[in-house]
């Protein structure tokens, strides 16, 4: 970690200020092992491999471990990157656009392998902080070491060990999987400053219902209870099928502008995938198949998440007619607790 981190830490437990207690290895500008300790309750958390260990794995539900140990795994087999996706993480956080992040504080729940945090990074921000409770951190930390104003923390998004500073606080693809979303949501909109914005991508229960009846019991009994090395092997039998499917119809037939695109199963959604390569179509199915947990959210639910919390100026936009992603201005003033 760097230094820098400690002027957004706060203990989990209490809130006080973290201190750095002692640094047992350091290179450049990173702290990689050493100790933090609360100014007020003692409580302690260790740095390793770089990284402020806030996540109690004993302590932590097992659903929510289960996720984070097949997502850990997921994002350290598919490590491809491609300028594709910043087209799809501006897909997600829309209306925001790059200079949105310019001079800002930006907090991310659940930030995988770091994929987003360092473009964040790179449009400007004024440092991003992003947690992931999975070991998919490790990969995060070496993606972004380099970069000076990002910042990697393993904590649970119902603990965060963090100050209310952040100008700006999303999440994609990530509260839909927790035991409890909306609780996640206002987790981690509670370090957003007052007058600071958030986004959120989640889930549609709109159009899904074909997951919901026939994907989501087999991904609950089943592929989510299988050892992800051999899930990751069957379910390339679906991805091949989605592959050629996008390939050969939905991709060719949308292209030419036919009538008929648009009467197609799922069309919207396997449209936007259609331009993607063998690898990111089939990490996208794996990662469906992957998750213990995985909530289905309507529009009238998420608005009321919104409203909720205060927030105003509320954009909720319909991705690719399966998911929602929402904005809105945190209220200007604290609502009380
Ligand atoms: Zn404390």
């Known amino acids: 970690m760097k230094r820098k981190l400690l002027d957004y830490l706060a203990c989990p437990s209490c809130s006080s200020g973290l201190?750095?207690?002692?640094?047992?290895?350091?290179?450049?500008?990173?702290?990689?092992s050493g100790e933090l300790r609360c100014r007020s309750c003692d409580e302690s958390f260790s740095i390793r491999g770089g990284i402020p260990r806030f996540a109690d794995l004993d302590r932590i539900e097992k659903d929510k471990q289960e996720t984070a140990a097949s997502f850990g795994w997921s994002w350290q087999q598919f490590t491809q990157d491609d300028q594709k996706y910043d087209e799809q993480f501006l897909g997600w956080i829309a209306p925001v656009q790059p200079d949105f992040f310019a001079g800002k504080i930006v907090l991310e729940g659940g930030c995988g392998k770091g994929r987003h945090t360092r473009r964040i990074a790179r449009w400007g921000a004024r440092d991003v902080v992003a947690v992931d409770l999975s070991d998919a951190v490790e990969?995060?930390?070496?993606?972004?070491?380099?970069?000076?104003?990002?910042?990697?923390?393993?904590?649970?998004?119902?603990?965060?060990?963090?100050?209310?500073?952040?100008?700006?606080?999303?999440?994609?693809?990530?509260l839909h999987h927790l035991p409890d979303p909306r609780a996640g949501f206002k987790s981690l909109v509670s370090k957003i400053k007052p007058g600071g914005f958030a986004s959120a991508w989640i889930y549609g229960a709109e159009n899904n219902r074909w997951i919901v009846g026939l994907v989501n019991p087999f991904r609950k009994h089943v592929t989510s209870r299988m050892s992800p090395g051999l899930l990751y092997h069957l379910s390339k039998i679906p991805a091949a099928a989605i592959y050629a499917a996008t390939k050969l119809v939905y991709g060719p037939l949308n292209r030419n502008g036919s009538s008929i695109a648009k009467h197609l199963f799922y069309n919207d959604y396997f449209k936007a995938i259609s331009d993607f390569g063998w690898r990111e179509q089939h990490t996208i199915v794996f990662d469906h198949l992957v998750a213990p947990t995985a909530f289905y959210i309507s529009r009238a639910e998420f608005e009321?998440?919104?409203?909720?919390?205060?927030?105003?100026?509320?954009?909720?936009?319909?991705?690719?007619?399966?998911?929602?992603?929402?904005?809105?201005?945190?209220?200007?003033?604290?609502?009380?607790?």
Not at 19 to 32: D, H, M, N, P, Q
Not at 306 to 314: D, L, M, Y
């Open 139 to 174: 990969v995060a930390f070496a993606a972004t070491r380099d970069v000076e104003n990002a910042h990697i923390i393993q904590s649970d998004i119902y603990h965060l060990p963090l100050q209310r500073v952040f100008d700006y606080a999303f999440s994609v693809g990530v």
């Open 304 to 337: 009321d998440w919104w409203r909720e919390i205060g927030a105003t100026r509320v954009v909720i936009g319909w991705h690719n007619r399966n998911s929602w992603c929402g904005f809105g201005k945190m209220p200007d003033r604290q609502l009380s607790d």
């Open 19 to 32: 201190a750095l207690r002692s640094v047992t290895k350091e290179e450049g500008t990173e702290i990689l």
